[in-house]
């Protein structure tokens, strides 16, 4: 395995990482700000494909199309299939990311696709699991050290600053909280509601580990 496709590389730090172990990697970074800082930190390493996964067009082939908790972002119809189109005969897929399970009440917690909608996916693709790991259990904790920095650290500088707008900009503020109630009070549910926890994570989601190649 040489070449390898980092979908949602982000930063480009982990691209950077596999080309100093010797690959030859390139990225699909969609948001401009973080592909401007990629490219900085690539310093001409690589192509860069500034859009879409699924609106990558090239003619270069990959040994590896890697989704390091950037799958969840693809439409689940284009997924494989993309991959499918850019990858060298017996080429792999890694995917390390969440998904939704059916479950009883509602999460705080947003984002992945519906498990049972994957593994349908999976199934009817050309593409077989060498590797099939969940490994919710080791995530899980994570999710409790970021409860724990929203309740310790964002609540309260949240609280404090607005308490100095209320002080120096009442009127702006609000203004703000008139046009912008309902978002604010999602975002207050959302981080600060104590329902984003690693027992909330792992009743909701499911973290898993695959690697996948090209039958």
């Given at each position: 395995m040489r070449t390898i496709l980092d979908v949602?590389?982000?930063?480009?730090?982990?691209?950077?990482?596999?080309?100093?172990e010797g690959f030859a990697?390139?990225?699909?970074?969609?948001?401009?700000?973080l592909t401007q800082y990629a490219r900085e930190l690539m310093r001409g390493r690589g192509h860069i494909y500034a859009s879409k996964f699924e609106e990558v067009q090239t003619s270069a082939r990959y040994d590896l199309v890697l989704f390091s908790e950037s799958f969840q972002y693809i439409p689940l119809q284009d997924s494989l299939r993309k991959a499918e189109s850019l990858l060298n005969p017996g080429g792999f897929v890694m995917i390390c990311d969440f998904f939704k399970k059916k479950a009883e009440g509602k999460s705080m917690l947003g984002g992945g696709h519906d498990f049972e909608a994957w593994e349908n996916t999976l199934a009817q693709s050309p593409f077989r699991a060498l590797v099939e790991k969940d490994i919710t259990e080791n995530t899980a904790p994570t999710i409790d050290l970021v409860d724990q920095?929203?309740?310790?650290v964002l609540r309260p500088v949240m609280h404090a600053g607005t308490a100095l707008a209320e002080q120096r900009f009442p009127m702006v503020l609000k203004i703000v909280?008139?046009?912008?109630?309902?978002?604010l009070e999602k975002m207050q549910a959302k981080h600060f509601s104590g329902e984003r926890t690693g027992e909330k994570f792992k009743h909701f989601k499911k973290y898993?580990?695959?690697l996948l190649q090209l039958a």
């Open positions: 949602g590389g982000g930063s480009g730090k982990t691209a950077c990482k596999l080309m100093e990697v390139d990225v699909v970074s969609p948001g401009v700000f920095f929203s309740q310790q909280r008139y046009f912008y109630r309902k978002k898993m580990f695959y």
